[in-house]
């Protein structure tokens, strides 16, 4: 998401810095902090990450200070900020990717984040659904993620016959269990792709599935190349087997089972921030037939790119219904309200507006008292 950031500034014209690691792609400017990137999950038990996260944020706080930087715009480390490893005396937008409950924020009082020593830290919250979450932040604005339509085939009309796919870490949240249900109750086929992380409660629900799965076929290994379908997707397709697990998938193979699927599952049992699921498989032009949990209900627009369900009979109705979604509005949807320039646009309207703010701010400080007075309509002193 912090590629297609700062993608997005830089086809506004903006000047964007990343720091980041020395293996990372960027569209803007890179300023490398370490070699090499830490992976998808990052666990700070282990002594030498910690150690490689203070060393790539105090050289980003030494970048910053160089001069030449109107606002710094973070995805995480708000403990370190607050513990003054990272400290500069600019604006700072933090972009909140996880739940209020799973938050460093919420674990350490809301009322200590709104009178720190730095006033000018803003966050932004990706979806409507999760801003209410984080009732107590005092300047909190909502953007929501996009992608970039280019890199998501798209189908024109419908493929007959076609399969459900659902997409995800597999674990009881994401509810593979329900979706598994739906597509027996409904006749139709299932795709599940998605990791198995190694803890005993995902593990456990996995083991639970097994006996439901008729076909394990692990495609990890095989790129997504111009015949793809043809010497993949179709010979899984082939088998007689109702409900198949395909194992995890990388960006170039999901993006062929969303565009090939009649329909995308997304049975979650939780308030998820923000379903990128849910707007990858819209662009593709595949619907979504999704339960009315966290920011779904943002996201689809029920009847017109999906359906957005109340229970699991429902949801087993909404899969004789997909015919009626056209592909077209789907990825119409997305591009107008979850695209790269959409996304862009709104940060940078909101890193004006938070620098437009500071400057009336440190103009008024500057003031003396009498032209400070001056500003204050009558009948409002009392105030």
């Not at 370190?80 to 972009?95: C, K, Q, V």
């Not at 795709?191 to 190694?198: E, F, K, N, P, T």
């Not at 097994?210 to 088998?239: C, H, M, Q, V, W």
């Not at 990825?331 to 320039?341: A, D, E, M, T």
Request: aromatic letters at 8%.
């Amino acid at each position: 998401m912090i590629y297609n950031i700062d993608k997005g500034l830089s086809d506004l014209g903006c000047r964007s810095i990343v720091a980041c690691s020395a293996d990372s792609r960027v569209a803007g400017e890179q300023y490398s902090t370490v070699r090499h990137s830490l992976g998808d999950y990052v666990r700070e038990s282990r002594p030498e990450q910690t150690g490689l996260i203070k060393r790539h944020l105090a050289m980003a706080l030494k970048r910053a200070e160089q001069g030449d930087i109107d606002v710094i715009h973070i995805h995480g480390w708000l403990d370190y900020i607050y513990a003054g490893l990272f400290n500069p005396r600019l604006p700072i937008i933090m972009t909140l990717h996880v739940p209020a409950g799973d938050s460093w924020i919420e674990k350490n009082h809301y009322h200590r984040l709104n009178t720190m020593e730095n006033p000018s830290m803003h966050f932004v919250a990706i979806s409507e659904y999760q801003k209410r979450q984080y009732e107590g932040l005092t300047d909190i604005n909502t953007v929501y993620h996009g992608i970039d339509l280019e890199d998501w085939p798209f189908k024109e009309r419908p493929e007959r016959d076609s399969y459900l796919f659902s997409i995800g870490r597999v674990t009881s949240v994401k509810g593979q269990d329900k979706a598994i249900e739906v597509a027996k109750r409904a006749g139709a086929r299932l795709v599940i792709a998605g990791c198995v992380q190694d803890k005993p409660a995902d593990r456990k629900f996995f083991a639970g599935l097994r006996d439901s799965i008729g076909l394990f076929a692990d495609i990890s290994r095989k790129p997504a190349g111009k015949d793809y379908y043809e010497n993949t997707i179709r010979p899984i397709l082939d088998s007689d087997r109702q409900i198949i697990y395909i194992g995890e998938l990388d960006s170039e193979q999901k993006k062929q089972w969303y565009r090939h699927a009649g329909a995308t599952l997304f049975p979650i049992q939780w308030g998820e921030p923000f379903g990128l699921v849910l707007i990858e498989s819209m662009a593709c032009g595949t619907p979504v037939l999704a339960f009315r949990e966290g920011s779904v209900p943002e996201i689809v627009e029920d009847g017109k790119t999906g359906f957005v369900v109340d229970s699991l009979s429902e949801m087993i109705d909404a899969v004789g219904r997909i015919d009626s979604i056209d592909p077209r509005r789907c990825r119409k949807h997305v591009q107008k309200r979850f695209s790269v320039p959409s996304m862009a646009g709104r940060y940078s309207e909101l890193y004006q507006q938070i620098l437009a703010d500071n400057r009336i701010t440190a103009s008024h400080e500057k003031m003396p008292v009498g032209d400070l007075l001056k500003l204050i309509p009558h009948g409002q002193m009392a105030s």
